[in-house]
């Protein structure tokens, strides 16, 4: 699976610089962005999303991720997958460079190797604030930060809430 993750990061980068010959339109309200983060083969996850655009300033998106082992992350060897979604304000617009905000709620589920706990159910919100580069051709970096406060559930742990800063960084691609 990292040779994979790893081809297909090689891939986008090689393939990035073709992009930014291209000229594509920008214009319109009703844009799709599609991201990924390139740093997760680093920690074994694989991240990215989908932004539906809804006016020049607003999208909804959805987020999506898996980790095939979690030893990097938590010490202790498993997989985790999350999904959720996020709604995004693009001060100048969707379709230019422009300072972005968003709020997100994803759930999170840990599945480690051991026998004797059930999955970790992880629930999450978060807002960030950050800037997004948008070229052209569509190519687009985001690079954000904020707060999020997550709460882990399993019938055999305590509850648990933390607040922690968190951060983001995408490729994407709007079309």
Not at 30 to 48: E, H, K, Q, W, Y
Not at 73 to 98: E, F, T
């Amino acid at each position: 699976m990292k040779k994979f993750l790893g081809i297909c990061l090689v891939t986008l980068l090689t393939s990035a610089s073709s992009l930014f010959a291209l000229d594509l339109q920008t214009e319109g309200t009703n844009r799709i962005n599609f991201r990924i983060n390139p740093l997760g083969p680093v920690a074994d996850t694989a991240s990215g999303g989908l932004d539906l655009g809804l006016t020049e300033n607003l999208s909804l998106g959805v987020d999506a991720g898996y980790s095939y082992d979690t030893s990097k992350i938590l010490g202790v060897s498993g997989k985790a997958y999350s999904g959720g979604l996020r709604l995004s304000y693009y001060v100048d617009s969707m379709n230019d460079d422009s300072f972005i905000s968003s709020v997100g709620l994803n759930k999170t589920t840990v599945e480690l190797d051991l026998d004797e706990q059930d999955a970790i159910e992880v629930y999450t919100g978060d807002l960030k604030a950050g800037y997004r580069w948008l070229w052209d051709s569509g190519f687009n970096v985001q690079l954000s930060g904020g707060f999020a406060q997550a709460k882990l559930s399993n019938p055999d742990l305590p509850q648990v809430h933390v607040i922690a800063p968190v951060a983001e960084f995408n490729f994407g691609i709007q079309v």
